[in-house]
């Protein structure tokens, strides 16, 4: 199963400026990578995957 942005935060019970926090970025940043208008760097990538506890190769960014 494949897992959005959204749809593996809430999976894992966080707020958007809770992901946010955990794993470096502004909220507003976070926002943009959730409706695709910015793209993660990898290690944010990374930092999110084991947050919500989903392999990274579930997730699409």
Same mark, same amino acid.
């Given at each position: 199963?494949? =897992?959005?942005?959204?749809?593996?935060?809430? $999976?894992?019970? $966080?707020?958007?400026?809770?992901?946010?926090?955990?794993?470096?970025?502004?909220?507003?940043?976070?926002?943009? $990578?959730?409706?695709?208008?910015?793209?993660?760097?990898?290690?944010?990538?990374?930092? =999110?995957?084991?947050?919500?506890?989903?392999?990274?190769?579930?997730?699409? =960014?």
């Amino acid at each position: 199963m494949k =897992f959005d942005l959204r749809q593996a935060r809430s $999976y894992a019970g $966080y707020s958007q400026e809770e992901v946010a926090q955990k794993i470096g970025v502004a909220k507003v940043t976070y926002q943009m $990578y959730e409706t695709g208008r910015r793209n993660m760097k990898v290690n944010t990538a990374k930092k =999110f995957s084991k947050l919500v506890n989903i392999p990274i190769e579930q997730i699409i =960014f």
